[in-house]
Nanobody, 122 residues
Framework: QVQLVESGGGLVQPGGSLRLSCAAS????????MSWFRQAPEKEREFVAA????????DYADDVKGRFTISRAGVKNTVYLQMNSLRPEDTGVYYC???????????????WGQGAQVTVSS
């Protein structure tokens, strides 16, 4: 069973930046594809971004393209989400998802972390 720990959330003003981190550990497999989802109050969890285990393939939701960047430290099981030009509608709990298969994390069907709160407000 893989364990995921997110960090880096917080309160930021509109137009500001935050960087989220997610560290994976505790499974036999060494390398994971990973993704970020978010859930705003009273809304369904939605896909934000994904990256394969080599970092060569990434995907983004349309409303974060050009503002958010997903990356990873080499083949380490740590993924980052750099969020720039944040908007109030980016507010929510951000969850990390991990699996050995890329399509699985794009669909949000892998293992979940506990989430990190991001609040964009003046």
């Amino acid at each position: 069973q893989v364990q995921l720990v997110e960090s880096g959330g917080g309160l930021v003003q509109p137009g500001g930046s935050l960087r989220l981190s997610c560290a994976a550990s505790g499974h036999t497999f060494d390398h994971y594809a990973m993704s970020w989802f978010r859930q705003a109050p009273e809304k369904e969890r939605e896909f934000v971004a994904a990256i394969n285990f080599l970092g060569a393939t990434t995907d983004y939701a349309d409303d974060v393209k050009g503002r958010f960047t997903i990356s990873r430290a080499g083949v380490k099981n740590t993924v980052y989400l750099q969020m720039n030009s944040l908007r109030p509608e980016d507010t929510g709990v951000y969850y990390c998802n991990a699996d050995v298969f890329y399509p699985t994390v794009v669909a949000g069907r892998g293992s979940w972390g506990q989430g990190a709160q991001v609040t964009v407000s003046s």
